[in-house]
């Protein structure tokens, strides 16, 4: 194993976890175009990326399909209010939804495109369908593709790179329809933070780290209960008034 590789999957996710509070911390405390509000962003859009890396990573390995798929359907039903909350969306899914739906969408577009059972119409056919049905929520169907990237170019990291670079282009592109890279009121130059998870993946040394019930269960909890809290300190404590807001 390559010496530089030095982060187990644990470390990994515990790293872009951070980078993941710090860029919700701002969204929900700071104007989108202050300059603590795009550095913090632009390191946050790490999580996505590597998030959808390790959903396709679990696909791989995981012992029982069902049971990891429940899992994230719950984890999307109850992170969906949190959310919502956080960000000041309607509570309706129709209207937006937290990563967790892309996440679940993924995964069943990924386990169906990998089954050698099923003619390319019918992969095709459910690849939309979870893309769909993601659309309205953080990440949209850019979550899906890059999770399908992963997990079909599982033996080569080249190739992954080259599919979630391609991928990104699209996420670039469709957040870039309504505003340019340094519009006044909400710039997009934060978004190219994607591609700061290359680098990330490569010091992945394909280990998962110390088991542990915590680690097991941390992400799941961490998620929703982080939305929660800021939402929290938002509207129920002196916070903002502290932040000077």
């Not at 982060?7 to 202050?34: G, Q, R």
């Not at 990891?68 to 509570?91: C, D, G, K, Q």
Request: aromatic residues 18%; glycine residues 4%.
């Amino acid at each position: 194993m390559n010496a530089a590789r030095i982060l187990t999957a644990n470390k990994l996710k515990a790293i872009v976890s951070v980078t993941m509070l710090l860029d919700h911390f701002v969204s929900v405390f700071y104007n989108h175009n202050e300059t603590i509000s795009l550095i913090f962003r632009f390191f946050g859009r790490t999580a996505a990326p590597v998030f959808c890396f390790f959903i396709a990573q679990g696909f791989i390995y995981t012992s029982n399909f069902n049971k990891y798929l429940v899992r994230l359907l719950v984890l999307a039903l109850i992170a969906h209010f949190p959310y919502n909350l956080a960000f000041a969306e309607s509570l309706s899914p129709l209207d937006a939804t937290s990563i967790m739906l892309p996440l679940s969408m993924g995964l069943i577009a990924l386990s169906v495109c990998k089954n050698d059972k099923y003619h390319i119409i019918v992969k095709l056919a459910v690849l939309g369908i979870c893309c769909a049905i993601s659309y309205t929520a953080n990440w949209y169907f850019i979550a899906v593709l890059w999770i399908v990237g992963f997990g079909l170019f599982q033996d080569s990291f080249k190739k992954q790179a080259v599919a979630f670079t391609l991928i990104g282009i699209i996420h670039l592109i469709w957040q870039l329809r309504r505003n340019g890279l340094f519009d006044a009121a909400y710039p997009q130059w934060f978004q190219l933070g994607i591609f700061l998870a290359i680098p990330l993946l490569l010091l992945y040394n394909g280990k998962q780290g110390k088991k542990s019930l915590f680690m097991a269960w941390f992400f799941y909890v961490f998620y929703p209960l982080h939305l929660l809290v800021l939402y929290l300190l938002k509207n129920f404590t002196a916070f903002s008034a502290l932040l000077g807001k």
